[in-house]
């Protein structure tokens, strides 16, 4: 049977119908009832396919129909793709909740979004559905594991495999084949809000055709493209919430049902380097922080080594480093440079990823954040291609890529096109499958000759930037206004903020473009470089614009700098709260002699205060007068999402920051004589 193949939906089943039982595409820690487990279960496109429909009729026995909004709350796990898919099936809209919500904001998007059941993960979550709605219009919670609790199950919850009995024979297969066929590009898949680091949040209306757009735009780059068409069935390592249209768009649609791959879960974002050791992955797509803390860790263990090994490290990387040049450049490397460059790999940078447990990687993506040049340069240096991109909630992920692209013009036919594929398809041997399978190009002189040929002809002008998000994605259009701020115009970008016409009528100019909040500029080539966020640049006291991210970036680069927050806005000097990364700050005490019994013993230490000093410093250095840090504040625990500091994004609620910490605030801008 051929469903449509411009909805989610319709993809999902056709790839369904494709691969059937030979390929695996849902992988987790969990057993057959959703519990949590400590081995890993898989279930084959067939299998899922097959539990979705069940849970669509069960769902639609339960009353649902089309344009019914149904939440989704819980973490990223298999059965979270199961139930997007049975909502879809059931032509209702999805509305994805982050699992760390706080009781009052469940309580506002349940009621703010209209939805009439719930999808929730675990016992707990369905308690606070619950309670929420006491009083309320009461609504159906339908949990991803069994019951579990000492107590009774409550009326109105129902498991996942009742709500698939309430279905069978009740409503037909034909009933679901013909809902999912009956989607259209136009109807609304999700209804998204924003994690609200500067207020409310916002649900934010996404169509199939927004979600179908974008999953297209993120694969565009040629090298894609073709890793798409081998059907490799490449291992995604999935541990960003799927609620957010990045770690879906990127993980979910792109990885999973684009190319055909296998998702597999990890337990959690904080177990991500066990998991990372037992899965191998072939993609990861993560935020800005999962780089910066294994750039750490590999710097840190580096600098404990003998100095032999650190100078070839060094060496290395400068080979590395070269490379990296000529790859943004379009360079082509000279040749005993590039024969350096290989050996650089045998000797150091094929070791390392697998210490890294990134041998089997041939992709990976930085999204959600800023990442940092020196960073971003570290990877590509190691021959791992990193990707960096920029999108909004309101762009369905994407506006910007910075994928690996041919900067030339393709012959359209004869002997070089016969060339230019063939090339072309030799570097995706290399660098892709040969790669997936833990395989290095330079350990095998043969393939390093050929990977060699590969770059003097054609591949020396793939162009990524380091440092940049990259140019704008197909059928898409991005204007620079006159204060800076990123205009986008294209098929990803969303319908409205729901019950919102005001906000949504404001979010766009006279003439369409949606005005994203972010102020960038694009070079000579049209690669984009975000400078910071329109609401939070500092006017300073004495009319000086200070944008604080670039420089919070800088401050957590730092050894011993796990998180940092700029203050200053309207003030007459900046001021910063400094977060330690406490495993290096331990491990520096241990070594120095130091002995501290808790963590806030530990920072007010007269010698970690002078460690910090030290790179508060270094970072002063290379900032003009008036965005120098004049003092600072280290704090004995870290921001967190269950505090309220940060958004499930990682990203920090300087808002908050400002109530939760006002006396300390206070105490940097009140020293004496100032």
């Given at each position: 049977m051929e469903f449509r193949k411009d909805t989610l939906c319709g993809l999902f089943h056709n790839q369904a119908e494709r691969y059937g039982n030979s390929f695996v595409f849902l992988t987790g820690r969990f057993d057959a009832e959703g519990r949590a487990s400590d081995k890993f279960s898989s279930r084959t496109w067939k299998q899922t396919r097959e539990e979705a429909i069940a849970l669509a009729r069960g769902l639609i026995a339960l009353g649902i129909k089309k344009d019914d909004k149904i939440v989704i709350y819980s973490e990223s796990r298999p059965r979270w793709i199961i139930a997007d898919q049975a909502v879809q099936a059931c032509r209702a809209i999805g509305v994805p909740l982050y699992p760390t919500v706080s009781e009052e904001e469940l309580d506002y998007m349940l009621e703010d979004s209209d939805s009439c059941l719930a999808i929730v993960s675990t016992p707990e979550k369905a308690r606070l559905v619950l309670k929420v709605s006491a009083g309320k219009n009461k609504i159906p919670v339908v949990m991803m594991t069994p019951w579990d609790g000492s107590d009774k199950k409550p009326e109105g919850v129902y498991t996942f495999p009742e709500v698939s009995a309430l279905g069978d024979p009740k409503i037909s297969r034909d009933v679901i084949d013909n809902g999912i066929k009956s989607v259209v590009p136009e109807d609304v898949a999700s209804i998204i809000y924003?994690?609200?680091?500067?207020?409310?949040?916002?649900?934010?209306?996404?169509?199939?055709?927004?979600?179908?757009?974008?999953?297209?735009?993120?694969?565009?780059?040629?090298?894609?493209?073709?890793?798409?068409?081998?059907?490799?069935?490449?291992?995604?390592?999935?541990?960003?919430?799927?609620?957010?249209?990045?770690?879906?768009?990127?993980?979910?649609?792109?990885?999973?049902?684009?190319?055909?791959?296998?998702?597999?879960?990890?337990?959690?974002?904080?177990?991500?380097?066990?998991?990372?050791?037992?899965?191998?992955?072939?993609?990861?797509?993560?935020?800005?922080?999962?780089?910066?803390?294994?750039?750490?860790?590999?710097?840190?263990?580096?600098?404990?080594?003998?100095?032999?090994?650190?100078?070839?490290?060094?060496?290395?990387?400068?080979?590395?480093?070269?490379?990296?040049?000529?790859?943004?450049?379009?360079?082509?490397?000279?040749?005993?440079?590039?024969?350096?460059?290989?050996?650089?790999?045998?000797?150091?940078?094929?070791?390392?990823?697998?210490?890294?447990?990134?041998?089997?990687?041939?992709?990976?993506?930085?999204?959600?954040?800023k990442l940092s040049k020196e960073i971003c340069i570290f990877y590509r240096a190691l021959g791992i291609q990193l990707i960096e991109g920029y999108g909004l909630t309101e762009t369905t992920a994407i506006?910007?890529?910075?994928?690996?692209?041919?900067?030339?013009?393709?012959?359209?036919?004869?002997?070089?096109?016969?060339?230019?594929?063939?090339?072309?398809?030799?570097?995706?041997?290399?660098?892709?499958?040969?790669?997936?399978?833990?395989?290095?190009?330079?350990?095998?002189?043969?393939?390093?000759?050929?990977?060699?040929?590969?770059?003097?002809?054609?591949?020396?002008?793939?162009?990524?930037?380091?440092?940049?998000?990259?140019?704008?994605?197909?059928d898409t259009t991005m204007r620079i206004a006159e204060d800076g701020e990123i205009l986008i115009k294209g098929p990803q970008v969303f319908k409205g903020y729901w019950k919102r016409e005001k906000d949504t009528a404001d979010a766009f100019t006279p003439?369409?473009?949606?005005?994203?909040?972010?102020?960038?500029?694009?070079?000579?080539?049209?690669?984009?470089?975000?400078?910071?966020?329109?609401?939070?640049?500092?006017?300073?006291?004495?009319?000086?614009?200070?944008?604080?991210?670039p420089i919070e970036v800088a401050l957590i680069e730092r050894p011993y700098i796990d998180q940092a927050c700029l203050l200053g806005d309207g003030r007459k000097y900046l001021t910063a709260?400094?977060?330690?990364?406490?495993?290096?700050?331990?491990?520096?005490?241990?070594?120095?002699?130091?002995?501290?019994?808790?963590?806030?013993?530990?920072?007010?230490?007269?010698?970690?205060?002078?460690?910090?000093?030290?790179?508060?410093?270094?970072?002063?250095?290379?900032?003009?007068?008036?965005?120098?840090?004049?003092?600072?504040?280290?704090?004995e625990r870290a921001f967190d999402v269950a505090s309220g500091e940060l958004t499930p994004t990682m990203k920090v609620k300087r808002r908050v920051v400002n109530e939760k910490y006002q006396k300390e605030i206070e105490e940097m801008y009140n020293k004496p004589n100032q």
């Amino acid at each position: 049977m051929e469903f449509r193949k411009d909805t989610l939906c319709g993809l999902f089943h056709n790839q369904a119908e494709r691969y059937g039982n030979s390929f695996v595409f849902l992988t987790g820690r969990f057993d057959a009832e959703g519990r949590a487990s400590d081995k890993f279960s898989s279930r084959t496109w067939k299998q899922t396919r097959e539990e979705a429909i069940a849970l669509a009729r069960g769902l639609i026995a339960l009353g649902i129909k089309k344009d019914d909004k149904i939440v989704i709350y819980s973490e990223s796990r298999p059965r979270w793709i199961i139930a997007d898919q049975a909502v879809q099936a059931c032509r209702a809209i999805g509305v994805p909740l982050y699992p760390t919500v706080s009781e009052e904001e469940l309580d506002y998007m349940l009621e703010d979004s209209d939805s009439c059941l719930a999808i929730v993960s675990t016992p707990e979550k369905a308690r606070l559905v619950l309670k929420v709605s006491a009083g309320k219009n009461k609504i159906p919670v339908v949990m991803m594991t069994p019951w579990d609790g000492s107590d009774k199950k409550p009326e109105g919850v129902y498991t996942f495999p009742e709500v698939s009995a309430l279905g069978d024979p009740k409503i037909s297969r034909d009933v679901i084949d013909n809902g999912i066929k009956s989607v259209v590009p136009e109807d609304v898949a999700s209804i998204i809000y924003t994690s609200g680091t500067t207020g409310k949040q916002k649900g934010v209306i996404l169509t199939q055709s927004n979600w179908v757009a974008s999953m297209h735009q993120c694969s565009s780059s040629e090298i894609m493209a073709l890793t798409a068409e081998k059907d490799l069935h490449l291992k995604a390592l999935v541990h960003l919430p799927l609620c957010h249209v990045y770690g879906r768009m990127g993980d979910y649609h792109t990885a999973g049902l684009k190319m055909g791959g296998e998702l597999v879960f990890a337990e959690s974002y904080q177990t991500i380097a066990r998991d990372l050791r037992d899965v191998r992955p072939n993609i990861i797509n993560s935020i800005p922080r999962f780089y910066e803390k294994t750039y750490e860790i590999v710097q840190s263990t580096l600098s404990r080594t003998k100095k032999p090994y650190q100078s070839i490290y060094n060496w290395a990387m400068g080979k590395g480093k070269i490379y990296v040049d000529c790859m943004a450049t379009g360079k082509r490397m000279p040749a005993h440079q590039l024969m350096l460059f290989g050996l650089a790999n045998s000797l150091v940078f094929d070791r390392l990823k697998k210490e890294m447990c990134m041998d089997h990687l041939v992709m990976a993506c930085s999204g959600g954040g800023k990442l940092s040049k020196e960073i971003c340069i570290f990877y590509r240096a190691l021959g791992i291609q990193l990707i960096e991109g920029y999108g909004l909630t309101e762009t369905t992920a994407i506006n910007n890529l910075n994928a690996p692209e041919i900067m030339m013009e393709k012959p359209p036919t004869g002997f070089l096109k016969v060339l230019y594929d063939k090339i072309m398809a030799l570097t995706l041997y290399l660098m892709v499958v040969r790669q997936s399978k833990g395989k290095s190009p330079y350990a095998n002189p043969l393939m390093s000759l050929l990977l060699s040929l590969c770059y003097n002809t054609l591949v020396y002008k793939l162009r990524v930037k380091p440092g940049f998000v990259g140019r704008v994605v197909p059928d898409t259009t991005m204007r620079i206004a006159e204060d800076g701020e990123i205009l986008i115009k294209g098929p990803q970008v969303f319908k409205g903020y729901w019950k919102r016409e005001k906000d949504t009528a404001d979010a766009f100019t006279p003439d369409g473009f949606f005005m994203t909040g972010d102020i960038g500029v694009a070079d000579e080539e049209g690669f984009l470089q975000i400078t910071d966020r329109k609401k939070e640049l500092f006017v300073t006291s004495g009319g000086k614009n200070v944008a604080p991210h670039p420089i919070e970036v800088a401050l957590i680069e730092r050894p011993y700098i796990d998180q940092a927050c700029l203050l200053g806005d309207g003030r007459k000097y900046l001021t910063a709260f400094i977060i330690p990364d406490f495993d290096s700050l331990k491990r520096f005490a241990k070594d120095n002699g130091i002995t501290c019994s808790s963590q806030a013993e530990l920072v007010k230490h007269p010698d970690i205060k002078a460690l910090i000093t030290k790179e508060v410093d270094h970072v002063n250095s290379t900032l003009a007068r008036y965005e120098q840090i004049k003092y600072f504040n280290i704090l004995e625990r870290a921001f967190d999402v269950a505090s309220g500091e940060l958004t499930p994004t990682m990203k920090v609620k300087r808002r908050v920051v400002n109530e939760k910490y006002q006396k300390e605030i206070e105490e940097m801008y009140n020293k004496p004589n100032q």
